[in-house]
């Protein structure tokens, strides 16, 4: 069993659509989570931090479940700059050192 | 471009030929990282640096890879005799601790072709 699991896709929703992903992963010892986005051909960037009352940044929201070892990031209203690959990431600890990401969620917005 | 640089962007070699990546990672972060990242997966940990002590490696980074920060600012990673299995995108970042977990900063990698 992979550590950090994710459904690769693709979704392909329209323009102004609600889309939501998820994540599972198997430590249970794991303390920290994030949402990476990495454009096609770019380097992965921090989208947002999950923590364990739910965060939200604009359009996005990201949720953690602790008990189902469960991620999740919604994004309303998508856009066509969302179109990315989402990549979960866990950590045992506060250092980069020990960051797992998952294989990535491809999503792509359509006019 | 105050980023991680990463060069060359591509490289195309021959199997068994050694190649090297050069970071250069943002100039007041101490720690720096190597990651390997293949088509249709996340980047994969393989050694990271503090100031210019390798500290750890991973299994995936066998003997014909090194990596090398000489003077705690920019660093190499060499693959001697590549193969085919070698072929990724091989991504460089540099980090800095805020708010007590770090946050990494990538370079745009150099994808290296293995013929």
């Known amino acids: 069993r992979k550590e950090v699991e994710q459904d690769p896709g693709p979704f392909n929703v329209p323009e102004g659509a609600t889309v939501a992903f998820n994540c599972t992963y198997s430590n249970s010892a794991s303390q920290s989570f994030f949402w990476y986005r990495q454009d096609c051909r770019k380097e992965p960037k921090l989208l947002m931090s999950v923590y364990s009352s739910g965060n939200e940044d604009g359009r996005f929201t990201a949720q953690l479940n602790r008990a189902s070892q469960y991620i999740s990031l919604l994004i309303r209203d998508s856009k066509l700059s969302d179109s990315a690959t989402y990549l979960c990431?866990?950590?045992?600890?506060?250092?980069?050192?020990?960051?797992?990401f998952g294989s990535g969620t491809q999503l792509t917005v359509l006019p | 471009d105050t980023g991680v640089s990463q060069d060359p962007r591509h490289k195309i070699t021959k199997r068994g030929q050694n190649v090297t990546f050069r970071c250069d990672p943002i100039s007041e972060h101490n720690r720096l990282y190597w990651y390997r990242q293949t088509l249709g997966q996340g980047p994969e940990f393989l050694t990271y640096?503090?100031?210019?002590?390798?500290?750890?490696k991973s299994r995936l980074l066998s003997d014909r890879f090194s990596a090398e920060r000489p003077k705690g600012s920019f660093s190499t990673l060499e693959i001697q005799r590549t193969e085919q299995g070698d072929s990724a995108m091989y991504l460089c970042?540099?980090?800095?601790?805020?708010?007590?977990?770090?946050?990494?900063?990538f370079g745009s990698g150099t994808q290296l072709s293995v013929l």
């Open positions: 640096f503090q100031n210019e002590a390798q500290l750890e």
């Open positions: 990431v866990v950590t045992l600890s506060g250092s980069a050192r020990q960051l797992t």
């Open positions: 970042a540099s980090s800095l601790v805020t708010g007590g977990y770090e946050k990494l900063f």
